[in-house]
């Protein structure tokens, strides 16, 4: 059974006493962070020989499709939230609380069908996913919902709420350091841990940790853009960028987070967009990138932790309205670790 790349993960990531015959793994479809943040995971189980069904929907999955050409992908319900911009962003979500409950029954009584095909679940931030009888694991880096600074105080009834979600499962694994140098900040490292299934904290996962880079990507770029997220965010970010990069001076590349377009570059004066970039290339990319615009996702600032570059050279513009990004960002930012602005300030001359 292929994994879809050459290289295996760095050792030790999995619990050493875990060694599942066959393992579900599930994916949230919001942007391509979960899928990639997994993917080290998935190699990882690969390696000790255990067989991997791979599930989610949307783009996710048409990440995951050519990660792992060879692996069986099965569908998810949508979630189907959708991201309002601006002030329309908290009524937007609440409106979609109902599609969501819905999603989240569709998928539990999906995989309680698939019960008897799997002795080990692995579920990024997919809260149905919880197999009866069978030992699953919730991973997610979010235990605390982030509230805007005048709410506050009110957080600790979203880490209550989030302690609701994560009941189902056997554990949550939490992609961060325990404590010293953390990523996630408040949102990884609850108050009430003991609300919690037993929380195991992994360390930052990259699917770029282990690969070695495409030396054809290397650059130099003036500024590396990353788009991702879910719409009507992501387009309207990409438009954006694509107007700044145009005017800007220098080579520069775009990468738009299209893992489901036909890989064809496109270069107009010095320009390259593409609409997606295996692991070997965006790494080299990163690397050779002077600036790198990014909404600043999570996974994306595992990458970056993981290539020794979450440094000032990286712009956080994190999703307007998006307080989990907007709290990492801040997080960040204030410990010299990026830089962050808003998107409407995002500039043709690049800001030191």
Not at 163 to 171: A, G, H, L, N
Request: include cysteine.
């Amino acid at each position: 059974m292929s994994n879809g790349s050459d290289t295996l993960p760095p050792p030790g990531i999995l619990p050493g006493e875990l060694r599942p015959r066959k393992t579900l793994v599930c994916a949230l479809d919001w942007g391509l962070g979960h899928a990639t943040r997994t993917t080290p995971l998935v190699r990882e189980l690969l390696e000790h020989r255990s067989e991997v069904v791979l599930a989610s929907n949307g783009r996710a999955a048409d990440f995951w499709r050519t990660e792992f050409p060879g692996l069986e992908m099965r569908e998810l319900p949508d979630y189907g939230i959708r991201y309002a911009p601006g002030p329309w962003l908290v009524p937007s979500l609440l409106g979609s609380i109902p599609r969501l409950v819905r999603a989240i029954r569709q998928e539990r009584v999906l995989v309680k069908s698939w019960a008897r095909e799997f002795d080990f679940c692995l579920s990024d931030n997919r809260y149905g996913c919880a197999i009866p009888g069978v030992h699953s694991v919730l991973i997610t880096h979010q235990l605390r919902l982030a509230a805007p600074r005048p709410l506050r105080a009110f957080e600790v009834l979203g880490e209550w709420l989030m302690s609701r979600f994560c009941s189902p499962f056997q554990e949550v694994w939490i992609p961060d350091r325990a404590d010293g140098a953390w990523l996630s900040g408040r949102l990884g490292h609850p108050l009430h841990q003991s609300w919690f299934p037993p929380l195991r904290y992994l360390g930052p996962l990259s699917r770029l940790a282990s690969v070695a880079p495409d030396p054809a990507w290397a650059g130099p770029w003036g500024t590396l853009a990353l788009v991702s997220g879910p719409e009507p965010s992501r387009t309207s970010f990409e438009e954006r960028l694509r107007r700044i990069l145009a005017q800007r001076p220098g080579r520069h590349l775009l990468v738009r987070g299209r893992p489901d377009l036909p890989s064809v570059v496109a270069s107009s004066a010095g320009l390259v967009e593409v609409p997606h970039l295996p692991s070997s290339a965006l790494k080299a990319a990163l690397a050779g990138a002077t600036e790198i615009v990014t909404r600043g996702g999570y996974s994306t600032v595992m990458d970056l932790d993981a290539l020794g570059i979450l440094d000032s050279r990286c712009v956080f513009v994190p999703t307007p309205g998006q307080t989990e990004q907007e709290a990492i960002a801040a997080d960040l930012s204030s410990r010299g670790l990026c830089r962050s602005c808003r998107e409407e300030d995002l500039a043709v001359e690049p800001k030191a």
